[in-house]
């Protein structure tokens, strides 16, 4: 059987992969991708063909892989993070309806709200929620109501795609949904380039979020009622009763 | 300075560790954890010295790692999953305060929202909840808020510690909250021992998951009005627009 391997990558440092991860790309005749992660990859394998696709191009990127496993190369489907968070793992389960001669194999990976939390020290720890703010596949009001039954039931946040040039006063818009059923002292952190060149983490306000500029390459995390600002890590604790 | 690795393991296979994780591991004197996730690396760390406390000893724990990495000793706290997500990276960084002495390094890892996800297909893919169900530390009135909240706002659900002997409903209950808000067809998921022996992945009805029965080595997800059943794979999509 053909294979086709949907493998998340983790933050883009080659130690963040794991083992398994590793051994599936070493196994490829090919591997896929967007440009970015492409990049990140390189090197560690570079007795590879590569392909790439530009963003906004994830079904022609699908259709690529499949067709190059379906003639008999061993080919991976590489994403940033989790090929199951924001990643191309669906995509490919729905286009895989029409190549029955290639059996799909999806290697999870570690996604960017677990590797920033780690940079950041320990926002998430209780029950959280992730939510993208690019309005692309899914309409704005959509968005919004998340945020705020997020912030209502106290949930930790976790955005990805905080910011575009198109989207630049969207984090302040979500910080503004947040205020209304949080503290303006609320301990918040963004982390920049996880596990690549130019990291950089900040701990600060959910006031001092909804100020802040944050580029595309940014995770936001915003705690919730109990999480702590500890010599500049951002903590949550286990739950709500004292231990 | 004395180091103390906080390394989330993956969900229990080697290969699901990242690399980091196996080197962090590699560089120790000795390793501690609770006793089931000690047993599931063992064997590949053999020259190491293992400690090892019971369940809700998590304090005793954390302070017996500290105790050791500031008498010189390179040590590691493993968690299964990720070290950040109901993991004990958190409770390390209070409990740091006290030993200046010790340099804290949170390696993250695969936590069984990806990994789990994985093995049932695509079931995230777009914006998610995390929620335990366990009450120990928890009130059960916030669970349920976080519950109906994430219903409403048709998150894809992750459920963490659906069950254990005290608890033999909690999950019944909480596909009853959700169903106040999403169809009793919701395509939904569970697996058991991910990555370990025995994994058994389950793909069914929000109706049917209300009168299934699982263990607490079980992680379940609801999917969202978008999820679909994909030749017995779960699989939500990208977003609302069609693509």
């Known amino acids: 059987m053909n294979k086709l391997y949907v493998v998340g990558i983790g933050p883009g440092n080659y130690e963040q992969m794991t083992i398994e991860a590793y051994e599936a790309l070493k196994d490829c005749d090919i591997i896929v991708g967007y440009t970015v992660y492409v990049e990140l990859v390189k090197e560690h394998f570079s007795d590879k063909e590569f392909l790439t696709t530009p963003m906004t191009k994830e079904v022609e990127r699908c259709e690529l892989a499949f067709e190059k496993a379906s003639q008999g ?26 190549y029955e001669n290639v059996e799909v194999n999806i290697i999870s990976g570690v996604t960017a709200a677990m590797s920033g ?14 939510i993208s703010l690019s309005d692309l596949l899914t309409p704005m009001e959509k968005i919004e109501k998340r945020l705020e039954c997020a912030a209502m039931a106290d949930f930790v946040i976790c955005l990805y795609n905080p910011s575009s040039r198109k989207r630049s006063d969207y984090l302040r818009k979500a910080c503004d949904i ?47 009622s109990q999480t702590k600002n500890i010599n500049g890590k951002m903590v949550t604790p286990r739950g709500y009763k004292n231990v």
């Not at 939390?117 to 992730?130: E, M, N, S, Y």
């Not at 600060?204 to 390459?217: A, H, I, K, P, Y």
């Open 178 to 224: 947040v205020l209304q059923h949080a503290s303006k002292e609320t301990v918040c952190g963004y982390v920049q380039n996880i596990g690549r060149e130019g990291e950089h983490a900040v701990v600060l306000t959910l006031e001092q979020l909804r100020d802040s500029t944050v580029d595309m390459f940014t995770t936001v995390f915003i705690g919730n």
């Open 117 to 130: 939390a780690g940079v950041l020290g320990a926002p998430l720890i209780h029950d959280f929620a992730v």
């Open 73 to 98: 190369n061993t080919t991976a489907m590489i994403c940033s993070g989790d090929a199951g968070v924001y990643g191309m793992s669906g995509l490919i389960l729905e286009i895989g309806q029409k």
